[in-house]
């Protein structure tokens, strides 16, 4: 049911101001804290499928510099489908951590704030224990999470400029010119799929603890 009403509000928070969003899925029963897990599922989910993505887009540009024959237009057009591709992975990703990072700060700034409320002085102890446990365990996915998004421009960048040369270069010399380029391009996009899946089993273990009872 809250993945429900979550989906129902996508467009509302996409449209509007985040305050009033978080208002409203509060108004649903749907708290911060459940937002900030549905978010960072989601940006694991978007750092999946770039992982995906990027190696589709390596194995494309491998097939035009390294195999002989066949249609070089054909080939060309592909790998410039799959950098597009590429693009788009990476700025899902980014909107993503964006999203993450949106709901994190207010939750933390509501949290903290809601410590004032207590009358019980142990039970305003361990909400604050809590608070600082979550927020740590927040500061080192969020950390994962940028490293790897820090991956992307570079792969990016030596992508756009092999589909722009062979756009106007499209020939078999120009192919063999890049051929050196294919082992430089396949160590950025290994470290690239490191970083993520790092990203991704820390963005899973977050969601464990986020969501695991109080001890």
Known sequence: MRRLILACCTLLALGGCQSA????????????????????????DSQQAAKEQFKDALERYR???QVQGGDLEARYTALEREYRASEASAKAVRQRIAAVEDVAEALFAEWEGELEQYKNANLRRASAKELERTRKQ?????????AAEKRIEPVLSVLRDQVLFLKHNLN???IGALQGEYRSLQGN??????????SIDEADSFVRRLQAPLD
Not at 28 to 43: F, N, P, Q, S, T
């Open 63 to 65: 097939s035009v510099v």
């Open 138 to 146: 927040y500061k080192t996915l969020l950390a994962r999470m940028q």
């Open 189 to 198: 996009v290994d470290q690239l799929l490191r970083d993520m899946q790092r």
């Open 172 to 174: 078999a010399r120009a």
């Open 21 to 44: 969003y978080y208002s409203m899925m509060e108004k649903a029963g749907v708290h911060k804290r459940d937002i900030l897990a549905d978010r960072v599922e989601a940006a694991r």
